[in-house]
């Protein structure tokens, strides 16, 4: 089945550092991803939707500037949390779009493991 | 507007059957999904239905669909201590997988 890799699992940093996540599809292309961000007992609160070769879209209250995402290739998108601060510590998530598999034309949203972020 | 509802805990005892029940509000949804989330880790698909068929059964697992009310259930027969995880209802609406609105999650919890 359809595979996404997610790395790192668990960042630990100081405050003011820069923290990149990568999301990889491994056996399958997706021109799309998605970030979402997990708070304690919590659902899934999608921040933005990565697009291949082109800018990212937000949800409204996801500051572009904090959360920086890029999606050089069809297997891998990055978000980048710059000068993070406690209050950015949660529980972040990727997904793409599998391939469809016949004979439903869906595709289901396959996830990465999560990285659970903390920043001192 | 588009919403999902699931109940926030279930306690089952091993061996007996589980089920975790949502209900919808877009009626144009296609397909509704479960996921489901181990402790630390992310979602796993478990399974989904068609928007026009009222059951689904995969071994153990078995998703029943009510569209008429917007309601999905799902049940885990033999219910094992592995099943403990937050079960995610969820659906795409107007057929969108890139739009998915998941519920906040039913969290089973498996008596000994």
């Known amino acids: 089945g359809a595979v996404v890799s997610q790395h790192p699992s668990w960042v630990i940093c100081k405050s003011g550092t820069s923290v990149k996540i990568e999301c990889r599809s491994l056996d399958f292309q997706a021109t799309t991803m998605f970030w979402y961000r997990q708070f304690p007992k919590q659902s899934l609160m999608l921040m933005a939707t990565s697009n291949e070769g082109s800018k990212a879209t937000y949800e409204q209250g996801v500051e572009k500037d904090k959360f920086l995402i890029n999606h050089a290739s069809l297997t891998l998108s990055t978000l980048t949390v710059t000068s993070a601060h406690p209050e950015d510590s949660s529980f972040y998530i990727c997904?793409?779009?599998?391939?469809?598999?016949?004979?439903?034309?869906?595709?289901?949203?396959?996830f990465g493991d999560g990285t659970r972020l903390s920043i001192l | 507007g588009e919403d999902v509802e699931q109940s926030l805990f279930l306690s089952v005892r091993e061996g007996d059957s589980s089920v975790i029940n949502c209900t919808y509000t877009?009626?144009?949804?296609?397909?509704l999904y479960w996921y489901k989330q181990e402790p630390g880790a992310g979602l796993q698909l478990l399974t989904y239905i068609f928007s026009n068929m009222d059951m689904k059964q995969d071994q153990r697992l078995t998703v029943l669909l009510n569209k008429k009310d917007k309601h999905l259930s799902l049940r885990i027969a033999d219910t094992q201590t592995g099943d403990s995880a937050i079960y995610f209802c969820?659906?795409?609406?107007?057929?969108?997988?890139?739009?998915?609105?998941f519920g906040k999650g039913t969290r089973l919890h498996i008596l000994p």
């Open positions: 969820a659906e795409s609406p107007e057929n969108r997988d890139d739009k998915i609105i």
């Open positions: 997904s793409a779009p599998g391939p469809p598999t016949p004979p439903y034309s869906n595709q289901p949203q396959h």
């Open positions: 877009d009626s144009s949804s296609t397909y």
